[in-house]
């Protein structure tokens, strides 16, 4: 019996460390798609905005739609780990099959414009469509297996935040990973087949241990459980004036509830304006190649990924979240404001970097990198501390934190689909890059506003305050560089 219980004990240690690392690798692989796929439909329907727009919209999309689902049926999930590894496993499959569809796009693509001649517009949101529907069958797998294995890691409601922006972390660091191996180490030296391999191999690798090290784990999981419930109903009577008050105020948080998921949707909104803009702008300063897409998207992950795991050493023990959060959207908006001057001045800064340094191919994308993360660091860490905090104040109840997890997940990313696809087609198109980043930190103070006006802990008087405090910093911040960035042609 006691070798049963030190078995069981020894598998409970391990288990957290190595889901984490496969969690890890498997953010390394989504990102590694993301490049592969945005190199591959370069060549089907051009090196321009629209390319990228239609993998980052069908990449949100898959994730959006996969976590919201995932959310959906944690209650008929009677194993989180076996149902993590089957997703994993199904990602790799398609992964292989994946070029071979994006190469069948090309001669239908071909008949259409040939026969139909239809107008530049029409045709690339016929591609857009097209080639989002064969991506979204893997991103939503992807997108399912956070929401998944949350339902296995979090276990109580007072390491609820730690647990979540360590999960949320870890994956997003295991994409920083993926977008500078791809860009700098696997593509130049193994080429766009050899790489897809070696990621649907990991992919796979990651679903073959999860299957054979954790098939009994069920068992385990009952254990712990027996052991968690014994511990609860010790705790019960301590708890129950708080269940009480937590019955009162279940209306109020009903609400904050709703106007958070907004609120972080409409961030997601916001993110990606961002992201394509910055982007766009400093493609111009440092090149066009995929080297120079993977620095850009190395940088603004690994922002996302510092500001998560960092807000979760806080979040836990902080009353006050929801008033939190809006201080989190409106340094996102200011700060990103506050990069628009510096974009400006960024071509001459490049040129005078690369010049300075090492005449090699290595230290001259060090030298770029090492002006991109800084410019854009505080932005991205806000919008990586948002999405923890966000599911923490939305998960009352730990028993369905997939559910949580899932919905605040897929707000943010549908947010992330609707800023990119009006980023590509409408915004940047029709007024240019500095313009879309003004409308993107707009919508950042416009959240930041509605979510003060909401904060339950705060008097409504006090709740005024706040947001006017916040449109006054937003308008202050914006006559002082107003100047600066109308004189920028970006």
């Not at 730690?162 to 191996?181: D, E, R």
């Not at 712990?224 to 009480?244: A, G, S």
């Not at 230290?363 to 919008?383: D, Q, R, S, V, Y």
């Not at 509605?450 to 006090?462: A, C, D, Q």
């Amino acid at each position: 019996m006691k070798k049963a219980a030190s078995t069981n004990s020894l598998a409970l240690r391990w288990t957290g460390p190595l889901i984490l690392t496969f969690l890890l690798f498997s953010g390394t692989c989504g990102l590694i798609y993301e490049i592969l796929w945005m190199k591959m439909l370069t060549l089907v329907i051009g090196n321009t905005v629209f390319s990228i727009t239609t993998v980052l919209t069908a990449f949100m999309g898959g994730l959006a739609l996969g976590s919201f689902l995932a959310g959906r049926l944690e209650d008929k999930i009677k194993n989180p780990l076996k149902t993590y590894g089957l997703l994993e496993g199904g990602i790799g499959a398609y992964a292989l099959l994946l070029p071979f569809l994006i190469a069948g796009t090309e001669p239908l693509f071909r008949f259409i414009y040939q026969n139909v001649s239809p107008s530049f517009y029409g045709f690339s949101l016929l591609r857009f469509l097209v080639c989002g529907i064969i991506l979204l069958v893997p991103t939503s797998l992807m997108g399912a297996t956070l929401p998944v294995i949350s339902k296995y890691f979090v276990k109580r409601q007072t390491h609820l935040g730690w647990t979540v922006s360590k999960i949320y972390g870890v994956n997003t660091f295991g994409a920083v990973l993926g977008s500078f191996a791809a860009g700098f180490i696997l593509i130049p030296r193994l080429g766009i087949t050899l790489t897809i391999y070696s990621a649907a191999f990991l992919n796979l690798a990651i679903a073959a241990c999860v299957l054979i090290l954790f098939r009994n784990r069920p068992q385990v999981e009952i254990e712990e459980k027996k052991e968690e419930f014994k511990e609860k109903e010790k705790k019960k009577k301590k708890k129950k004036k708080r269940e009480i008050e937590e019955e009162v105020i279940r209306g109020t948080w009903s609400k904050v509830t709703f106007v958070v998921l907004v609120g972080i949707g409409l961030s997601g909104v916001a993110a990606m304006i961002y992201q394509i803009a910055w982007t766009r702008v400093l493609l111009l300063s440092i090149g066009s190649s995929v080297y120079a897409f993977s620095l850009i998207v190395t940088a603004f992950i690994c922002g996302l990924a510092l500001g998560s795991l960092f807000i979760g050493k806080f979040i836990d023990r902080r009353k006050h979240l929801v008033l939190g959060l809006a201080v989190v959207e409106g340094i996102i908006g200011i700060s990103a404001l506050l990069v628009v001057p510096l974009l400006g001045k960024l071509p001459v800064v490049a040129a005078k970097s690369v010049f300075s340094s090492v005449n090699s191919f290595k230290h001259i994308h060090f030298a770029e990198f090492g002006i991109i993360f800084p410019l854009i660091l505080i932005p991205t860490f806000m919008m990586g501390a948002a999405i923890p905090i966000a599911i923490k104040i939305c998960a009352r109840d730990v028993k369905r934190v997939g559910r949580f997890f899932g919905n605040v997940y897929a707000a943010n990313t549908l947010g992330a689909i609707i800023g990119s696809f009006i980023a590509g087609f409408v915004l940047i198109p029709w007024l240019g890059a500095q313009k879309s980043i003004f409308f993107a930190v707009s919508m950042n103070i416009i959240v930041a506003v509605i979510i003060v006006l909401h904060v339950p802990t705060l008097s409504i008087p006090r709740r005024i305050v706040g947001a006017l405090v916040t449109v006054v910093m937003a308008v202050v911040v914006t006559g002082l560089y107003i100047r600066l960035t109308y004189r920028l042609r970006i």
